[in-house]
């Protein structure tokens, strides 16, 4: 019995597969959601009114809110992003006037672009009246007013198919190539190749473009599905639509890469969902895919905004919703083609044929 054990410890400590889904996946998920829930994080994105008093505890207050980020630009910027759904509300804060018991208005400006985060940021501002009532008056010192601007309606699958459709390429792309090419190897697939007249770049090019169009597919599956049942928004209908795939086919071009580097440094077969992810699951939990990323600690930014899950999820989000052109998302189409530009670089050094 005691033999048995050592050698099923032994057994264990030695399969990737059970260090990975027994030690590195849980601590990864404990880190993701431990910092959501101990806070840390940006924030809900608000402004404030030029015209605010800026001078009444109740504007301190929520200046100082570690709930909130307070975003400064000048007015025009400001509704912009409101209307982008870039920002959940503009406060004003002033004296109140008319009939009532309390002293100050806080009144928010939103749009129908910006109700996703709206009654958090209402529950926010309300604790932080009743806060500055305690123990001063028996009247709240603050109430809220709110406008709502009139403007395209924000719906939740307007943030959730672009990240779905994010993780459904990135998945099928990496673990589709990795473990093709490296059975294609084990097999003895592309020995037998090399005895015909096909070249061998033809050989990839071939594989990979039976990839791109069976991904491009179930992205226009996905697309088709979302506007036809959830009302997905494609700000400018089927131009739109056309930008999404030029947008799916580049993240399939940088995570095809990958699985190409993948297939090429795994020793067998074992280890390939070990690497694929390494590669993907933090992709899934820092880039946007099911929760905005703004929530994850301010520290984490500059990184995050860097991974190619992350480009793709934002030029996704800001084409489909935002309106912007592939010319508007310049800057995350770059991340993704330097990306690519560096995977196939790596990958030319180290692809294996046999």
């Not at 959940?88 to 928010?108: F, M, P, R, W």
Request: net charge positive; hydrophobic share 50%.
């Amino acid at each position: 019995m005691w033999a048995i054990s050592k050698a099923t410890v032994r057994a264990i400590f030695k399969s990737p597969q059970a260090i990975f889904f027994s030690l590195f996946f849980p601590i990864v998920l404990i880190m993701v959601f431990g910092a959501l829930a101990g806070g840390g994080g940006k924030g809900y994105d608000v402004a404030f009114d030029a015209k605010s008093d800026s001078l009444n505890e109740v504007y301190l207050r929520i200046k100082s809110s570690p709930l909130l980020d307070i975003n400064q630009a000048n007015e025009q910027e400001l509704m912009d992003r409101l209307k982008k759904g870039r920002i959940t509300a503009i406060i004003d804060v002033k004296q109140a006037k008319g009939n009532t018991a309390s002293q100050y208005e806080i009144h928010l400006k939103s749009t129908s672009a910006s109700q996703r985060d709206l009654p958090a940021v209402r529950n926010i501002l309300n604790g932080i009246i009743n806060e500055a009532t305690a123990g001063a008056v028996s009247n709240k010192v603050a109430f809220i007013s709110e406008e709502v601007i009139p403007g395209r309606p924000y719906r939740m699958i307007d943030f959730y198919l672009p990240g779905m459709l994010g993780f459904s390429l990135i998945g099928s792309a990496v673990f589709g190539v990795a473990f093709v090419f490296f059975s294609l190897r084990e097999t003895l697939v592309l020995k037998r190749m090399f005895a015909t007249p096909v070249r061998k770049t033809f050989i990839v090019l071939g594989e990979s473009l039976g990839r791109v169009a069976f991904q491009l597919t179930t992205s226009i599956v996905l697309i088709l599905f979302g506007t036809l049942f959830y009302h997905f928004t494609l700000a400018h209908g089927f131009v739109t639509f056309l930008e999404l795939l030029v947008l799916s086919f580049l993240g399939i071009a940088v995570f095809m890469g990958f699985g190409f580097i993948i297939s090429s440094v795994a020793k067998n077969q074992h280890v390939i969902p070990i690497y694929a992810n390494l590669f993907m699951f933090p992709q899934y939990f820092l880039s946007g895919t099911f929760f905005p990323k703004g929530l994850l600690p301010s520290g984490l930014q500059a990184i995050i905004n860097y991974l190619p899950l992350t480009a793709l999820n934002d030029a996704m989000r800001k084409v489909s919703f935002e309106g912007m052109h592939l010319l508007g998302v310049g800057k995350e189409i770059t991340i993704l083609i330097v990306w690519c530009l560096v995977g196939y670089s790596l990958l030319i050094r180290i692809f294996k044929w046999e």
